[in-house]
Every structure is written in C-alpha cells, then in structure tokens.
C-alpha cells in the first residue's frame, strides 16, 4: 500500500489550465506552399508587394474617353468622338486616346494612354461621323485603378491569420506561392494497460481484454484541435516498458499524451516515470470526470527541449472530456487557432442597412463585440470585384426580397463562413499607414478596415467601430476618447534625383506636371487640400482655379503607396505621399508639411481587452516605432 500514490490533494481546474499553460507546446514557424496553406495561421505578417489590379482598368464595357472632352454632354446636346480602335480584356492596348477620340473598351480591359474615364455603352450611339457620347463624365468614372481592390505596401494579411480558401484567393491575387506559418504541435499518444488491444488484433474478451479506443479518439481530437497526432504502441503496466515509449515520445513530440495508469492503484505506475524522467506538476485534479490527471514535463532536467506531458484518464469519455477541456485549447493556442464555435451565431445589427432590390439578398458582414460583450452585426461590402470583402467578412445574412431594410439593434442570423469564425478583438477603421501596422501586429487578433480619415470619424460617429485612426485637418467633431498617436512628415513623393526640380505646391499648379492624388476620405488628402487653399489665398485666387490646373489633382488612387508606385512606374512626376514611403521605395520627396495621427476610441469600448490591448501597445511601443521608421516622430 506505501508505493500508492494518494489524491489527497485535489487542485482546482485553474490551476490544472495553469498547469497546462505553462508548459511550452509551440513548435518552430515553417514555410509552406500555399496550396497546402488551407488551415495554418500565418506566423507574420504579409504586406502586398504589388497592386490588385496591378493596372487601370475598365469597370464596364464601353468608351475609353478623356472626361474633358465629355464636359457639358447630355441627351439632347451629345458631344461626338472619332473612334481610335478597340481594346479588348487580355490585351495590351494599342492605341492613344488624344482630344477628339476615344476607343472602345470591354470590362476589365486596360485603359490605354491618354484616357481617365470610361463611358458605358448604354449611354452613346454609333453614327457615321463617330461615336455621339450622351453623358458628361469625371475623371476616374467607370473605371479601377491600379490598387483600388489591394494596394502595394498595405497590411495584407497579419500574423495570426487563419488562412481559409477566402485568405487563399487574396494571396494568390497577391502573387505569393510559399507562406510563413506557425507549425503544427506533434503529439504523442501512448495508450496504457495490459487490457488493451489495438483494433484489427484479435480481442480475448474473457481475459478482460478491451480494444483501445483512447488512441483513436484522443489523435482524432488532436488533429480537430490543429496539432499532428503520433500514435506509438500501447504500453502495458510494466515501468521499463512504459520509460521506454513515454521517453521515445518525448524526444520526436512536443506534446505527450498518455491515457490510463493514472489512478491510484498499485499497478499505477506512471506518475513515477514522470518523476524520475522529468517533472511532475500536478496529480489530481477536482473535477468529474477526470480526477486522475497529471500534468508534467518529459526529459531530462539539462535539456532544453522538454517535452509537454499530460496524463489522461482510461476510461474513453472521461479522457475525452478531459481533452476537450484542458488539452484541446493548449493545442490551438500553440497552433494559433481560435477556439471553435458554432455554425451560426445571432447578433444585433450596428447600422440601419436599406435594402429594396427585390431579390434576396446575401449580404456579407462582419462581426465585432460591444462593450457589454454582445456581438454586433455590421455590413461588408466593397463590390463583387473586390478578394478584399471576403477577408472583412464573416459570414452572410439572408435578407428576404420584400424586406425593405433592416433596422439598426434588429436581431439578425449570421451564417459564418466556418466554425471557426470568431469577432476580432479589436476592430479599428480609419487611416493607413505605416507605423499603424506594425502596431497592430502586437495586438491579437485584430481587424483593421483602411476606409481613410474621414470614414473613419462617420462610422466611429455611428458606433460600430472600437478605434478610429485619423489624421488630416477636419470640420467634423465626433465624441471618442484619444489613446494616444503620432506624428508623420507628408508632401510630394518625386523620382529618385527630383529630375524635374519640383520645388513645392506652386510647380504642380504652374507646369504641366503629371500628379497623383489620394482619394477624398484620406486624411492626407484633407492636408492637401489645405496646402492648396492656403496658396490660394496667397495668390488671392479661387482654390478650385488652382486644382483645375493640376494635372491629374482628381484623378486619385487607393493606399498610402499607391502613389510612389505611379511615380516609380514613369506614370507621374509626383504623387501625395510620405516621407517613410519615399525612403522605403528609394524615391526623392519634396516636404510639404507634418500632420498627426490619432487613435480615436468608441467611449463605450474603453475597458474592452482589444482596446485596452492597443492602448498599452501605444504607450509602450510608440517610440521603439517611430524610431523605427524615418521621418515618424513619436
């Protein structure tokens, strides 16, 4: 009776989830093919190293134009073009749309030289003199550029992604073949006990024998739970032959898993191969079913390589509870993955959402919790051309065709995209930017919507948001609470040596200068439409005389390097930028000022983990950040 060993001690569940905590289950990161990517977790972040659509295309079928040439167009005083040629989706373009002209176009084809807009076909008509254009356009109309559905430098995916065939098609549109991602755990199973046979061996029932469903059942688990299961050879109740198998494991394993010979009887002798091969750390815990659980590591005491070991019990529900309970989560934390939930989840809508189409509708949305915990409900949709919505989204709500819409806290059933789906822990909205990334990749589980400064502020008015990132001048207040931000150094990103001399604003009003924009909602965009209207009054002209005179000042593009890329890629003498990007792309940049960046908070939401998370992230990490990149003062 004195080799028993007793429970008297029975330690709570905590501490057996303490227990398990500590142990080290996670395996080196590795790199993998994408196609066989589906289910890993990135280990980090992926930027995008090109722009999707990686040209300007058409977004419609129709007439390539130069929108000035349509200016004053209507139905009863159409202006008439010379057609120049066609291009076709596939193809180069061949032709040049000068003043007076325009080509044919099909969807998705790539505007040629010389055109900034596109005419639908519905609105001209062929006539033997030419095409009679029946609409006045802008430019930029009917029409993608480069970037508008990913931008090269922007945050493409961060590290702790589950990659599913929605993150799959994004990297693909990117271009990228191998990806980094966090390794799966190997775990050792070793059934115990001289009762126990492997299926497929022939059974004596009246010996007592029992086939051994632990294994099967706890490797099926472990596989569900992320990891890699190794099945080894049953061990009996001998001590040599348990050391043996539970050490072979240790060594090839990082987690090992033994199920049965837990107990207290005397045949019961795991518990000491734990202690004399490594550490025990616990024996007994008070719960039911499962009270005789160990926890411990495997290896010798001067190895670094300590294997993680958890005892199970042997009968088959009690182990699989127990697994569920305390082992499958370790599992998944060390692979990366979000616990599992179920299929479908009911939430309350953030926002009014109007719809009255008359068809069903299946609308995308995306999941975030408030400050109470209850899950809000809120659309995702940036067009069915755009890979981008399906990573925003979750899952899908079915709206009936005679529902005109649906009301903001009206309770709604969202069909997730998989188990797996869970609300972000943070979810912030607003301006891109570069230091803004890398801030992000030290908060878990994050979910970050680049819609610029001045969607940012709406929808943070509106309450759907945790965060929103803004920078730039603006006439509109919105009630939040500032965690912290930064400063950056904006102004005209130019090719490598400034070829042009461009010295300032005053260039790109008075020479004809190519120039690329940023698009309206972008706070680097309000900064510079101030700079303009600043000039303007210097000049004592009227703001919009001086954009007129830009070539290109509304013709604009998406992500904070969108711009550069033009530049660099001979399309523009200078583009709205920053001096971190200049440098980054090796490019010249001329300094047209300094704006800050700031991290608006939900008031709400102030005491919610993400946000709490991102607070400290701020305070802690800010300077290392800024320090980090030139031209980012904290």
Request: charged share 25%; hydrophobic share 40%.
């Amino acid at each position: 009776m004195s080799d028993r060993k007793q429970f008297r001690d029975l330690r709570p569940p905590a501490e057996a989830r303490e227990a398990i905590a500590s142990l080290d289950l996670e395996p080196d990161p590795e790199t993998v093919p994408l196609d066989e990517a589906r289910g890993r977790v990135l280990a980090e972040r992926i930027d995008a190293q090109l722009d999707v659509p990686g040209f300007d295309r058409a977004s419609v079928d129709g007439y390539a134009v130069r929108a000035r040439d349509t200016f004053g167009a209507d139905e009863a005083d159409p202006v008439v073009l010379d057609q120049i040629g066609t291009v076709h989706a596939g193809a180069e373009p061949d032709v040049f749309v000068d003043q007076g002209t325009c080509a044919e176009i099909s969807t998705g084809a790539v505007m040629p030289d010389g055109a900034d807009a596109v005419v639908m076909v519905e609105r001209t008509d062929e006539q033997d003199d030419g095409i009679a254009i029946r609409t006045a356009v802008a430019p930029g109309d009917r029409v993608m550029v480069a970037g508008a559905d990913v931008a090269a430098g922007s945050r493409a995916l961060g590290p702790g992604t589950l990659l599913t065939p929605r993150e799959i098609g994004l990297l693909s549109a990117l271009g990228v073949d191998a990806v980094p991602v966090r390794g799966k755990p190997t775990v050792g199973i070793v059934s115990t006990g001289d009762e126990l046979v492997r299926p497929g061996d022939d059974l004596n029932s009246a010996a007592g024998q029992i086939y051994d469903v632990n294994s099967y059942t706890i490797a099926a688990g472990v596989e569900e739970a992320g990891g890699e299961a190794v099945l080894y050879p049953h061990a009996g109740d001998d001590y040599d032959e348990m050391e043996r198998l539970l050490v072979e494991a240790a060594d090839e394993c990082d987690l090992v898993l033994s199920s049965g010979s837990t107990s207290a009887s005397a045949v019961d002798v795991i518990y000491r191969v734990i202690e004399d091969e490594g550490e025990l750390l616990l024996h007994g815990v008070s719960v039911k079913p499962g009270k005789p659980m160990l926890i411990g590591r495997l290896g010798e005491a001067r190895s670094a390589s300590r294997s993680a070991y958890v005892g199970l019990p042997g009968y088959p529900v009690s182990a699989l509870t127990i697994f569920r309970t305390f082992v499958a989560p370790a599992i998944r934390s060390a692979a990366g993955l979000p616990e599992p939930r179920t299929a479908t989840v009911e939430g309350r809508m953030a926002v009014q959402e109007r719809y009255s189409e008359g068809r069903t509708r299946l609308m995308p949305v995306g999941l975030v919790e408030d400050g109470a915990g209850d899950t809000l409900v809120y659309p995702v949709d940036k067009g069915s051309g755009a890979t981008t919505s399906l990573v925003e989204a979750d899952g899908v709500v079915e709206v009936d065709a005679d529902t005109e819409y649906l009301a903001a806290d009206e309770t709604v059933t969202v069909q997730l995209f998989s188990p797996d789906v869970r609300a972000p822990a943070l979810l912030g909205v607003g301006e891109d930017d570069p230091a803004l990334s890398r801030l992000l990749d030290a908060v878990e589980h994050p979910r970050y919507l680049d819609v610029g400064s001045r969607e940012g502020r709406r929808r943070l008015r509106d309450g759907v948001p945790d965060v929103a990132v803004v920078s730039g001048p603006s006439d509109r207040d919105v009630e939040a609470v500032e965690l912290g931000g930064w400063t950056r150094e904006w102004g005209l990103v130019v090719p490598a040596g400034n070829p042009e001399g461009i010295e300032g604003l005053a260039d790109l009003v008075d020479r004809d200068l190519r120039f690329v924009n940023r698009a309206r909602d972008s706070g680097l965009r309000a900064s510079l439409d101030a700079a303009v209207g600043e000039l303007a009054d210097e000049r004592g002209a009227d703001s919009r005389d001086l954009t007129d005179a830009i070539d290109g000042y509304d013709l604009t593009v998406k992500g904070f390097e969108s711009p550069a890329r033009k530049v660099l890629s001979g399309g523009a003498a200078a583009g709205l930028g920053l001096r971190t990007t200049a440098e980054t792309l090796d490019c010249g940049f001329v300094p047209l000022g300094v704006e800050s960046v700031r991290v608006l908070a939900n008031p709400d939401r102030t005491d919610k983990p993400g946000v709490e998370a991102l607070r400290a992230v701020l305070d802690a990490e800010l300077d290392a950040v800024a320090a980090s990149l030139p031209g980012v003062d904290g």
